[in-house]
Nanobody, 123 residues
Framework: QVQLVESGGGLVQAGGSLRLSCAPS????????MGWVRQAPGKEREFVAA???????YYAASVKSRFTISRDNAKNAVYLQMNGLKPDDTAVYYC?????????????????WGQGTQVTVSS
């Protein structure tokens, strides 16, 4: 069982930046694929980015070149650096995890989820 705690959300103006952090519990963090998924009001959950346990990264087309996912296995942490934020990026952002060599852009592939952190981008 993995417990995930996100932090770093907040209110930012369009064009600004935020860095989200996710701190998974457990001693085997390095064996987990990690992802970020967001959900805007009235919309379905949307894949944002993922990183494999070897560091390979994947991004949704809507955030590629603006967002960067990274992990620090020594600190048991995964990050989402978000630059050039747009009002359309406003959502609750969730950290997700699965013990696997592979990753996926399918939100329901991840069995473990955090509680989410709100990101609001004003125009």
């Amino acid at each position: 069982q993995v417990q995930l705690v996100e932090s770093g959300g907040g209110l930012v103006q369009a064009g600004g930046s935020l860095r989200l952090s996710c701190a998974p519990s457990g001693r085997t963090f390095s064996s987990y694929a990690m992802g970020w998924v967001r959900q805007a009001p009235g919309k379905e959950r949307e894949f944002v980015a993922a990183i494999s346990r070897t560091g390979t990264t994947y991004y949704a087309a809507s955030v590629k070149s603006r967002f960067t996912i990274s992990r620090d296995n020594a600190k048991n942490a995964v990050y989402l650096q978000m630059n050039g934020l747009k009002p359309d990026d406003t959502a609750v952002y969730y950290c997700a995890a699965r013990e696997s060599y592979y990753t996926s852009s399918a939100s329901n592939w991840y069995p473990y989820w955090g509680q989410g952190t709100q990101v609001t981008v004003s125009s």
